[in-house]
């Protein structure tokens, strides 16, 4: 099985859980990690799981303000032109075989407000005709961070828990298809 993790990341925090991610979901798929500039779009090859990670920016996926704020705050990663919201955009409607999971950095201390990247994620894959698998949310210090302690590891064992769903979903289709 393969997998895709597209992250877009400005202060190196949502790609730290993006990499704990990709770690966990090696340990039984094989998986390719890439920067939103550099995830391909629209995707061409087959895929049986894409995770999508970005920071919560205004209680949504980042917009070229957002971006341009951040790196005036001291921003060493992103670029103002695009972010996940735009790879998603380049993305064909319709049915799809992939599954997707989406997450998202954000402060903390605006854990119970309304709205994140990872929630605007999931809205923009069920349009585009993707089933979704999952959504989380790992939390940082401060917009600029650190992560919270322990958000690292609980990424990684999301990472893992997607693959083991994967594997689940696959052995069902297996038997569907012997039955038939």
């Known amino acids: 099985m393969r997998a895709l993790v597209v992250y877009e990341s400005m202060f190196g ?19 390719e990690l890439a920067e939103v500039s550099m995830a391909p779009a629209p995707l061409s090859e087959l895929l049986d799981l894409i995770v999508v990670g970005a920071p919560t920016n205004a209680f949504s996926l980042s917009r070229s303000s957002t971006r341009a704020d951040a790196l005036r ?4 990663q992103g ?16 049915p799809h075989s992939e599954m997707v999971a989406a997450f998202d950095t954000r402060v903390e201390k605006m854990r119970h407000l309304p709205g994140s990247a990872a929630k605007r994620a999931a809205r923009v894959i069920d349009r585009l005709g993707y089933q979704r698998i999952g959504r ?5 210090v401060d917009v600029g961070g650190p992560l919270e302690p322990g958000e690292v590891a609980r990424a990684e064992e999301w ?5 083991m769903e994967m594997a689940l979903r696959s052995v069902g289709e297996r038997r569907r298809s012997r039955r038939s």
């Open 159 to 163: 990472g893992r828990h997607l693959a």
């Open 73 to 76: 705050k001291g921003a060493t």
């Open 136 to 140: 989380e949310s790992f939390y940082v």
């Open 79 to 94: 670029q103002e032109k695009s972010g996940l919201r735009e790879w998603l955009s380049s993305l064909n409607r319709g």
């Open 13 to 31: 925090n949502t790609e730290k859980i993006a990499r704990a991610v990709t770690r966990g979901l090696s340990d039984r798929m094989e998986v």
